[in-house]
């Protein structure tokens, strides 16, 4: 079955730097990405989401891409800001979701 | 509209009792789900469902029953509670694959569950 890896599992930056979370999935026939922002007793919630036809997509600070070759995908902060600070889900379906552990991003300010 | 909606947010149980989570939907989606969520381990598949009257299991279906009677609802049950199944509960719900529409989940808010 399809297993979905993620790094790092924390991280911490400052305000205004760039963050990156990689992860990796081993399911080629997987053709859904999609990144969820989990807050501190919230629910999760989808801040980006890319398909297997397209490398890159961008929303405002956001940013993710794709390598099918390599099987991996990454989501991009620019100008972190103190609210980005919670958990972030990968995830990666072909028919289902299947996501990976998590990173807690930390922005100091 | 309210989006997912779950019921309880938290409950205690002591080990061996039941109890059943429910979680409606308002967006006429035909696949739901139910997660499981524990410290540094994601979100696990427990079971899922693609319409009415369809459930199939996940990841980690042992220990938990479902049933999707109306498709507006997901009912996921315990039967016997044990210790290891502590965890916050998220319901989610969704198109689903097909036609090329977008698998966007949304997720319900979370039942806490503590079994002593």
């Known amino acids: 079955g399809e297993n979905v890896e993620q790094h790092p599992s924390t991280l911490s930056v400052q305000e205004g730097d760039s963050a990156v979370i990689k992860c990796t999935y081993s399911?080629?026939?997987?053709?859904?990405f999609p990144w969820y922002k989990q807050e501190l007793g919230k629910r999760p919630q989808l801040i980006i989401d890319?398909?297997?036809?397209?490398g890159e997509k961008k929303d405002q600070r956001i940013a993710v891409t794709l390598n099918k070759t390599a099987k991996h995908f990454s989501l991009h902060i620019t100008e972190t800001q103190p609210e980005d600070s919670a958990v972030y889900f990968c995830?990666?379906?072909?028919?289902?979701?299947?996501f990976g552990a998590g990173t807690i991003l930390r922005v100091k300010s | 509209n309210a989006g997912v909606t779950q019921t309880p947010k938290f409950r205690v149980l002591k080990t061996g009792q039941s109890m059943t989570l429910l979680c409606a939907q308002d967006?006429?989606?035909?696949?739901m789900y139910w997660y499981r969520q524990d410290p540094g381990m994601g979100l696990r598949l427990i079971h899922y469902?693609?319409?009415?009257?369809?459930?199939a299991k996940g990841e980690v279906p042992d220990g938990y029953n479902v049933s999707r009677l109306k498709k507006q609802n997901f009912l996921l049950g315990l039967e016997s509670a044990a210790p290891s199944q502590t965890s916050v509960y998220f319901c989610?719900?969704?198109?689903?694959?097909?036609?090329?529409?977008?698998?966007?989940?949304?997720f319900g808010p979370g039942t806490r569950l503590t079994v002593l």
């Open positions: 890319i398909r297997s036809n397209v």
């Open positions: 967006m006429n989606h035909e696949y």
């Open positions: 995830a990666a379906s072909f028919n289902k979701l299947v």
């Open positions: 989610a719900s969704s198109n689903g694959l097909y036609r090329g529409r977008t698998d966007t989940q949304y």
């Open positions: 399911d080629s026939a997987s053709n859904y």
């Open positions: 469902s693609v319409g009415e009257g369809t459930t």
